[in-house]
């Protein structure tokens, strides 16, 4: 069973989630994405100082089932990776709101925000997939 949907991030329609902080935003993958894809075996994370453009790939995730790219809901430039995914990629799995974040950014300006969705808005678009 999923857990509820936290309201304290944005959402994209890929599945990431976005947390807020000034002009730094913390990304990962949803809960509903996670338990889509199934247990994570390996994640590929971007490099520190790669630009991420709004809607391409920046890492890839891993499962037994497949493989999935992870896409950039914002524009912006990573400023740390959370390297701890490199030996232990169930965290995502385990904790996908906490110790499963994959990247922080810079961001390069705030267009694009606007099209985030809420958490409602977020369980009623995954509702319809």
């Known amino acids: 069973m999923s857990t509820p949907t936290p309201t304290k991030y944005l959402y994209s329609k890929?599945?990431?989630w976005?947390?807020?902080?000034?002009?730094?935003?913390?990304?990962g993958i949803t809960d509903y994405a996670q338990h889509a894809?199934?247990?994570?075996?390996?994640v590929d994370l971007p490099a520190v100082g790669h630009h991420l453009e709004k809607g391409k790939a920046f890492a890839v995730v891993e499962?037994?089932?497949?493989?999935s790219e992870v896409f950039a809901p914002l524009d912006g430039e990573?400023?740390?990776?959370n390297t701890t995914l490199r030996d232990a990629p169930e965290l995502v799995n385990?904790?996908?709101?906490g110790k499963g974040w994959v990247a922080k950014i810079k961001l390069a300006s705030d267009v694009g925000i606007k099209d985030l969705l809420s958490a409602a808005a977020y369980d009623t678009f995954t509702k319809r997939a």
């Open 63 to 67: 499962s037994v089932k497949s493989a």
């Open 94 to 97: 385990q904790d996908p709101y």
């Open 78 to 81: 990573v400023v740390e990776i």
């Open 18 to 27: 976005i947390e807020l902080d000034g002009q730094t935003a913390t990304i």
């Open 14 to 16: 890929e599945h990431e």
């Open 37 to 42: 894809l199934g247990d994570l075996v390996f």
